[in-house]
């Protein structure tokens, strides 16, 4: 099975990409679910087909649905929120206060995801394309599951005995007990969920993502920056695809029209050539003269996109790992050690990059994106010298600490 997020700035096409991949698939032979996690939900819009929250099968083999976070929101999202308020209104926080520290931002988009991974490994599907909302929208979603899981773990202990011993202690007689129980029991099930949805995530062989841009500089900068951006996260980019290209322009081709058309092909070559350069397979999509919405029209697009080329296949050569450190002079055993830690963060280069070490930690700001690093156990007892970037690697230096490492 695999699943593969679509997404980009806003109004480059990946909603039409997206559809006209699943539709490609579909017609070679194998079972494809195209899903919406995108607010403006105009996935149905590129199949002119109404949609909603349950699959709903378009073509033999080829299925759609936009994912309904309202009835999410309604359904067992509001019932982990009472049981959340009552772990609050227990620890003695006022009832108007637990209802506001209850709401968790991004929880929308959290429930969107949690609905690609129940769809992803229900087994319906052979391939799932996932039509993602705008690239900033994109970045917080997939973040969300490692940053609520630190939020959840840092609000309640993560060990089931530690919190009911807090609970026991807390509650007022047995009769609580058992909302207690429930309470805790749906903290559990949200932690899981968290850690299911990271793991469907990071799980580079089943899950990539495509970067859906138009040959445009401020907008391959913007693809530069996720790049960055969503390697940091630990996921996988496994391609560019450059839409809307113009072809070039005839000889007789003159005046002002051949003037534009010249102009744009020469500015549009000009900007692929640069993204050629990024570590990362780049397909183009030719301009078409009209909107290709249906299933015929998004057929023929993705034919001219994909050719004879499976659109998921698996990588040629395996992901390169986000970090490795590197033991760069003495035995590792002595203060004479030296080492780097080495971040593989393709597109790097192209914007600044903020470091912080936070006791065991290493905080990572790049592409408008922060990640903490935890590092290996040999760094936790070394003090950062310097940093520099090379290629589309952020390198550390690292030596040991004496007050540290002796004990």
Request: glycine content about 10%; aromatic content about 4%.
């Amino acid at each position: 099975m695999r699943v593969v997020l679509f997404t980009g700035k806003g109004g480059v096409g990946k909603t039409t990409l997206a559809a006209a991949t699943a539709a490609h698939l579909a017609r070679s032979g194998r079972k494809v679910l195209a899903v919406s996690t995108d607010p403006a939900h105009s996935l149905g819009d590129a199949f002119e087909s109404e949609l909603g929250g349950e699959p709903t099968e378009l073509d033999p083999g080829l299925y759609a649905a936009h994912v309904d976070t309202r009835t999410l929101l309604d359904g067992a999202w509001a019932r982990l929120q009472d049981h959340l308020g009552t772990l609050m209104a227990g620890a003695g926080v006022d009832e108007l206060m637990a209802d506001e520290l209850t709401v968790l931002p991004g929880v929308e988009d959290l429930l969107a995801l949690g609905e690609v991974r129940r769809l992803a490994e229900s087994g319906l599907w052979e391939v799932v394309v996932v039509d993602c909302g705008p690239t900033a929208e994109t970045l917080r979603l997939l973040g969300l599951p490692e940053a609520l899981s630190t939020y959840l773990e840092r609000l309640f202990p993560p060990h089931r005995r530690a919190v009911r011993g807090l609970i026991s202690g807390l509650a007022a007689g047995r009769d609580a007990q058992p909302a207690w129980d429930r309470a805790i029991g749906a903290l559990d099930a949200l932690a899981e969920q968290l850690h299911g949805l990271r793991r469907l995530l990071a799980d580079q062989d089943t899950t990539s993502i495509r970067l859906v841009l138009t040959p445009e500089r401020v907008v391959a900068a913007e693809t530069r920056r996720t790049l960055t951006a969503l390697a940091l996260h630990g996921l996988r980019v496994d391609g560019l695809v450059a839409n809307r290209i113009v072809p070039e322009a005839p000889s007789s081709l003159r005046g002002p029209a051949g003037r534009w058309l010249r102009d744009r092909y020469a500015e549009q070559t000009a900007v692929l050539a640069e993204l050629e350069a990024l570590p990362m397979p780049l397909q183009v999509a030719e301009h078409t003269a009209a909107e290709p919405t249906g299933l015929a029209a998004l057929r023929e697009l993705a034919v001219g996109l994909y050719g004879a080329d499976d659109p998921v296949a698996p990588a040629v050569t395996p992901a390169a790992p986000l970090l490795q450190v590197n033991r760069t002079a003495g035995s590792g055993t002595s203060l004479d050690s030296a080492f780097e830690l080495v971040l593989r963060l393709p597109g790097v280069a192209s914007g600044p990059v903020d470091l912080v070490r936070l006791d065991d930690d290493l905080a990572v700001t790049t592409g408008g994106t922060r990640r903490m690093i935890a590092l290996p156990s040999v760094l936790r007892r070394c003090t950062v010298t310097s940093a520099h970037v090379a290629g589309d690697d952020l390198c550390v230096a690292f030596v040991p600490d004496p007050a540290v490492w002796l004990r």
